[in-house]
């Protein structure tokens, strides 16, 4: 008689507070579909500045750029030139950078990075000793 | 029926009562909370940020900003010196919020303002990068020093 209580109570509170667990797994959940977004950004360098293009991604989620060329204003490739090649936030009327790179131009992404959900750059820097003006192309992809 | 066997009937009786009202407890606690949840009243602004530079005829500036929380955003254009402009021409200019893209701001929306007391945009933003452009409207001569205030949570 008495197991027979005891099983009939905890069958009861289980059925009772059962109904909450129950109404919580069925709430909806948002639903983020992401699609690779591959954009270019190609533009001039001048000595001890910073360009940035602003993107924004839907969730946490990988990004990565690749430096492509560095051409002089005359036209010829710098294969050795070395320039900053970074990931960061839009702040004021920069971009700040958090994650980065110093490299020459190549056919492979230099810079891999995590980006959180919001709105990000890639920016494109004279890490120090540039001395002539510099057209760049980068190409970067994000979820998008 | 043996005073034992009544003894637990009673002592299920009383645990099946304390048990039905704990989850009925929970269950109203739940509806309570569902009901009297914080409802999403926009913060105050907290921040102020000032945005000087100097702006081109027919060009374009914007500055980002970060909302630390869901709030409220006040845009002023303070002022627009060191250019004269004919009397014919309104001393105007476009100012909007919106979010950073590409190599500008992408505006939400715009207003026409005159520089002066504000605030000349005032909006419930939620947390994350925003920003502001203004555009002059090819009324100047040439170029002219602004001042913008945005303040936000």
């Known amino acids: 008689m008495m197991r027979l209580l005891l099983t009939v109570t905890v069958l009861l509170v289980a059925s009772a507070c059962n109904n909450d667990a129950q109404t919580t797994a069925t709430s909806p959940s948002p639903v983020v579909q992401a699609t690779l977004q591959t954009e270019f950004y190609a533009d001039t360098l001048q000595p001890g500045d910073l360009r940035f293009y602003s993107f924004s991604v839907p969730s946490d989620s990988t990004a990565s750029a690749m430096l492509g060329s560095i051409v002089r204003l005359d036209g010829r490739v710098d294969a050795s030139q070395r320039i900053g090649l970074g990931f960061g936030y839009p702040s004021g009327t920069t971009c700040t950078v958090t994650q980065w790179v110093v490299t020459t131009s190549g056919l492979t992404a230099q810079l891999k990075g995590w980006l959180t959900k919001g709105v990000h750059c890639v920016a494109i820097y004279d890490p120090g000793g540039m001395t002539v003006p510099l057209n760049f192309a980068v190409r970067f992809e994000h979820f998008f | ?153």
């Not at chain 2, 009544?6 to 048990?19: G, H, P, Q, Y």
């Not at chain 2, 269950?27 to 909370?33: E, G, I, N, P, Y």
Request: glycine residues 10%; charged residues 15%.
């Open chain 2, 1 to 153: 029926m043996s005073s034992g066997r009544l003894f637990l009937l009673a002592a299920w009786c009383a645990m099946s009562v304390v048990t039905s009202a704990a989850c009925t407890g929970d269950r109203k606690a739940s509806t309570t909370d569902t009901l009297t949840s914080p409802s999403l009243s926009p913060a105050d602004p907290i921040v102020t940020e000032t945005f000087t530079g100097t702006l081109r005829p027919n060009a374009t500036v914007f500055y980002a900003f970060t909302v630390a929380t869901y709030g409220t955003v006040n845009i002023t254009l303070d002022e627009v010196t060191g250019v004269q402009v004919s009397e014919d021409v309104p001393f105007e200019f476009e100012i909007g919020p919106g979010v950073p893209r590409g190599t500008g701001c992408s505006p939400n929306s715009v207003l026409v303002v005159a520089p002066g007391e504000g605030p000349h945009s005032s909006g419930v933003f939620d947390a994350g990068i925003w920003c502001v452009r203004l555009r002059e409207l090819g009324n100047m001569s040439g170029p002219a020093r602004f001042r913008i205030t945005i303040a936000h949570p």
